[in-house]
């Protein structure tokens, strides 16, 4: 079993910028894509980044590419998500997750889920 934890988020005004983090322990595996979606109330859960294990391959939604990076640090075991010029349209949960697969935005191919951290961006 794997624990994630989320932290970082709050409130913040439009424009600015906000960090995410994700702390995992439990079972190792080298392996893990890891992961970042949010969701929106009324909406479907959205992968907004995700990046392979060794951190050679990213993939980010259109709407936030340009603004949001993922990053890790296996030093650490924390997944990061750094968030810049943010927008009301980005307010949602946000939530870390691991997959055992190659790198994917599927939801459906995530097997470990923190249990979120709400971000809210006021204009």
């Known amino acids: 079993q794997v624990r994630l934890v989320e932290s970082g988020g709050g409130l913040v005004q439009a424009g600015h910028s906000l960090s995410l983090s994700c702390a995992y322990s439990?079972?190792?595996?080298?392996?893990?894509?890891w992961g970042w979606f949010r969701q929106a109330p009324g909406k479907e859960r959205e992968c907004v980044a995700a990046i392979n294990w060794s951190g050679g391959e990213t993939y980010y939604t259109e709407s936030v590419k340009g603004r949001f990076t993922i990053s890790r640090d296996s030093v650490k075991n924390t997944v990061y998500l750094q968030m810049g010029s943010l927008k009301p349209a980005d307010t949602a949960v946000y939530y870390c997750a691991a997959s055992i697969t190659t790198l994917t935005s599927i939801a459906s191919r995530y097997n470990y889920w923190g249990q979120g951290t709400q971000v809210t961006v006021s204009s």
């Open positions: 439990g079972r190792t595996y080298s392996r893990y894509t």
